[in-house]
């Protein structure tokens, strides 16, 4: 896991610069600037957008204001995937900054879920970190952490658009106990991983993956994408808006690739690839 | 394991990498500036935001218009490439496609050929089974033949042996009975001899007689050697 810093680190600070555009339809006392933001790759837009909201907000009147959605190109961005995620699915081919649009009406109840308050995020956030750990270590690490620790982690997550670097040890403190194994095992049980589709009516597939064959070979990546989908080439898994080698195997990216939410996000991306 | 990192590393370096929109800024700074330069340097007054902003915002679209036109100036020239390179497959397409054509034709041909000579080669096979039964008859019916001729032969010469068995016996009782013959003769000359002496006692008389005894041997003697010479005379002929 030392070796792995680096890649870590390279992981955890990633960014992606953002535009915030508030919406033309929303009513206004005067002009909104647009707003720009380094936006955490391994965070969710309801936790670093605050001052977004308070920008738009100045020049709003107050019984205008419902619920705050975005939108990118008339889709409705879902608050809880990663903002690393939204970006490669939605918009990974066009020129940056990402234009977001802020909405403060007229929210999509069929396609976002309401995020009414930080707590909703955090037990979102405690409820991936406890799915992935159920197929880790069937529940065992997460089941023995304190109360404390749970807050630590979401905590350093939701701080981490500050770009403190103490945030990233603070936090991988406790997600170390999340990630680590007894040599008897092997491995984790199961790999937790969820690949989002960008050409499917299913949002994302999420199956049983070990990170051993019944004969004793590791997994590696292109097993994975050649289980979850026989048709997909066999570089067609993104991971982080990055193609990494098919031959990696499965562990070694989950321990390094997977950060807060403890789930291996990759992309299938069928047609059109970022050069 | 660690060439995995390091691509994972540079992948991430390169997607992080916000050059693009770093030049645009610098971009941006540069019309700003000069814009602003330029306002001032007329009029010797400042003159409103917005006017900057809008001599900015044309300045950065004549900048894009520029890069545009020489994308497309790029993207044109890579146009006419791809269309002659595309012009030169699709002649060697069409190229392979007529030697593809000749040589399913010749292949067609071939097959013909081969069918034919596998019908030949069939029915010659056919003929070389029929011929070699044949063969296998005839080699049986001239072992057959052979066996029999050996049989024959065996059966001839154990004739032969018996016949030369019976001819030295034959011989041997000749010349016994030769033998017996020259006795008797030798006796009859001595009975004769001794009977002239009578004889020519009795000549005296003028009549010449002969014991009865002496006649009959020698008549017996006769009809032996008669019957003796005739049965040489058969066998002989026999062995002829």
Same mark, same amino acid.
């Given at each position: 896991?030392?070796?792995?810093?680096?890649?870590?680190?390279?992981? &955890?600070?990633?960014?992606?610069?953002?535009?915030?555009?508030?919406?033309?339809?929303?009513?206004?006392?005067?002009?909104?600037?647009?707003?720009?933001?380094?936006?955490?790759?391994?965070?969710?837009?309801?936790?670093?957008?605050?001052?977004?909201?308070?920008?738009?907000? +100045?020049?709003?009147?107050?019984?205008?204001?419902?619920?705050?959605?975005?939108?990118?190109?008339?889709?409705?961005?879902? &608050?809880?995937?990663?903002?690393?995620?939204?970006?490669?699915?939605?918009?990974?081919?066009?020129?940056?900054? &990402?234009?977001?649009?802020?909405?403060?009406?007229?929210?999509?109840?069929? @396609?976002?879920?309401?995020?009414? /308050?930080?707590?909703?995020?955090?037990?979102?956030?405690?409820?991936?970190?406890?799915?992935? @750990?159920?197929?880790?270590?069937?529940?065992?690490?997460?089941?023995?952490?304190?109360? +404390?620790?749970?807050?630590?982690?979401?905590?350093?997550?939701?701080?981490? &658009?500050?770009?403190?670097?103490?945030?990233?040890?603070?936090?991988?403190?406790?997600?170390?106990?999340?990630?680590?194994?007894?040599?008897?095992?092997?491995?984790?049980?199961?790999?937790?991983?969820?690949?989002?589709?960008?050409?499917? @009516?299913?949002?994302?597939?999420?199956?049983?993956?070990?990170?051993?064959?019944?004969?004793?070979?590791?997994?590696?990546?292109?097993?994975?994408?050649?289980?979850? @989908?026989?048709?997909?080439?066999?570089?067609?898994?993104?991971?982080?808006?990055?193609?990494?080698?098919?031959?990696?195997?499965?562990?070694?990216?989950?321990?390094?690739?997977?950060?807060?939410?403890?789930?291996? /996000?990759?992309?299938?991306?069928?047609? /059109?690839?970022?050069? | 394991?660690?060439?995995?990192?390091?691509?994972?590393?540079?992948?991430?370096?390169?997607? #992080?990498?916000?050059?693009?929109?770093? *030049?645009?800024?610098?971009?941006?700074?540069?019309?700003?500036?000069?814009?602003?330069?330029?306002?001032?340097?007329?009029?010797?007054? #400042?003159?409103?935001?917005? !006017?900057?902003?809008?001599?900015? $915002?044309?300045?950065?679209? *004549?900048?894009?218009?520029?890069?545009?036109?020489?994308?497309?100036?790029?993207? !044109?020239?890579?146009?006419?490439?791809?269309?002659?390179?595309?012009?030169?497959?699709?002649?060697?397409?069409?190229?392979?496609?007529?030697?593809?054509?000749?040589?399913?034709?010749?292949?067609?041909?071939?097959?013909?050929?081969?069918?034919?000579? *596998?019908?030949?080669?069939?029915?010659?096979?056919?003929?070389?089974?029929?011929?070699?039964?044949?063969?296998?008859?005839?080699?049986?019916?001239?072992?057959?033949?052979?066996?029999?001729?050996?049989?024959?032969? $065996?059966?001839?010469?154990?004739?032969?042996?018996?016949?030369?068995?019976?001819?030295?016996?034959?011989?041997?009782?000749?010349?016994?009975?030769?033998?017996?013959?020259?006795?008797?003769?030798?006796?009859?000359?001595?009975?004769?001899?001794?009977? #002239?002496?009578?004889?020519? !006692?009795?000549?005296?008389?003028?009549?010449?007689?002969?014991?009865?005894?002496?006649?009959?041997?020698?008549?017996?003697?006769?009809?032996?050697?008669?019957?003796?010479?005739?049965?040489?005379?058969?066998?002989?002929?026999?062995?002829?």
């Amino acid at each position: 896991m030392a070796d792995d810093k680096d890649v870590l680190r390279d992981v &955890w600070f990633g960014r992606i610069p953002t535009c915030f555009t508030l919406n033309q339809d929303e009513v206004t006392e005067r002009e909104a600037e647009p707003y720009y933001l380094l936006l955490p790759r391994v965070s969710y837009l309801t936790l670093v957008t605050d001052k977004v909201k308070k920008h738009f907000l +100045k020049v709003m009147k107050a019984e205008d204001v419902e619920e705050m959605w975005f939108e990118y190109e008339g889709t409705p961005l879902k &608050w809880h995937y990663p903002i690393g995620v939204l970006f490669d699915l939605h918009a990974s081919n066009t020129v940056l900054p &990402w234009s977001i649009t802020v909405h403060f009406k007229n929210f999509p109840d069929r @396609d976002l879920l309401h995020c009414p /308050s930080s707590s909703i995020v955090e037990a979102h956030f405690m409820s991936s970190i406890k799915e992935a @750990d159920a197929l880790k270590h069937k529940s065992q690490v997460v089941n023995d952490m304190q109360k +404390k620790d749970h807050k630590q982690l979401y905590r350093e997550l939701g701080l981490n &658009w500050y770009r403190s670097a103490d945030k990233f040890d603070q936090f991988w403190a406790m997600n170390r106990k999340l990630m680590e194994y007894s040599t008897e095992d092997g491995g984790f049980r199961y790999i937790p991983f969820r690949i989002y589709q960008t050409m499917s @009516d299913r949002p994302f597939i999420q199956k049983l993956f070990r990170p051993v064959s019944p004969d004793g070979n590791v997994h590696t990546l292109g097993d994975l994408l050649k289980e979850m @989908d026989p048709t997909a080439l066999p570089n067609d898994g993104v991971v982080f808006n990055i193609f990494p080698p098919v031959c990696l195997r499965r562990s070694f990216m989950s321990l390094t690739l997977s950060l807060c939410f403890s789930l291996l /996000s990759s992309l299938f991306r069928r047609v /059109s690839r970022p050069r | 394991m660690g060439s995995w990192k390091s691509h994972v590393r540079a992948k991430l370096q390169q997607r #992080d990498q916000m050059s693009q929109l770093e *030049e645009r800024f610098e971009i941006r700074k540069q019309i700003l500036d000069d814009v602003q330069s330029k306002s001032i340097g007329r009029s010797g007054v #400042d003159v409103g935001k917005n !006017t900057r902003l809008l001599q900015l $915002q044309l300045r950065e679209s *004549e900048h894009l218009a520029e890069k545009l036109s020489q994308t497309v100036s790029d993207l !044109t020239t890579v146009l006419y490439l791809k269309e002659a390179e595309l012009q030169y497959w699709q002649s060697r397409v069409s190229h392979c496609r007529q030697e593809a054509l000749t040589l399913a034709k010749g292949s067609n041909t071939l097959k013909a050929t081969v069918s034919q000579l *596998e019908f030949t080669a069939e029915c010659q096979s056919k003929e070389l089974a029929a011929l070699r039964a044949e063969q296998k008859g005839l080699k049986q019916t001239l072992a057959q033949a052979w066996t029999e001729k050996e049989e024959l032969l $065996q059966r001839w010469m154990e004739e032969k042996r018996e016949e030369a068995v019976r001819l030295n016996k034959y011989n041997a009782a000749q010349e016994r009975w030769q033998h017996w013959a020259k006795q008797l003769k030798r006796h009859r000359h001595r009975d004769m001899a001794k009977e #002239d002496i009578p004889i020519a !006692t009795s000549s005296w008389s003028g009549t010449t007689q002969t014991s009865p005894s002496v006649t009959q041997r020698i008549n017996n003697t006769a009809v032996i050697q008669q019957g003796h010479s005739d049965h040489n005379h058969d066998s002989a002929a026999a062995k002829v």
